[in-house]
């Protein structure tokens, strides 16, 4: 049946990163990387004007390099847990 396919396609999939680990997390990330860049960004396109709050430390321009990196920094763990 199409659910004991999908279950094996799973257990081949768990089995696969069992052995890879790291790698295979990797992989998967940097193939998933430009669509959940993109999911990230599509709500911003629209916007013509971002407010930036922060408490202590730089605010405005000058941080939203280091809000990006952060983010990208972030994210594959984010996608790991997801």
Do not use: N
């Amino acid at each position: 049946s199409r659910a004991r396919a999908e279950a094996a396609a799973a257990a081949a999939k768990a089995e696969a990163f069992g052995q890879f680990q790291d790698a295979a997390v990797v992989d998967l990330v940097l193939q998933r990387l430009p669509q959940v860049a993109e999911a990230v960004a599509q709500p911003l396109l629209g916007m013509r004007r971002v407010t930036l709050v922060g408490g202590s430390g730089a605010v405005g321009v000058a941080k939203i390099p280091s809000e990006i990196l952060d983010l990208v920094t972030r994210l594959p763990g984010a996608v790991g847990a997801l």
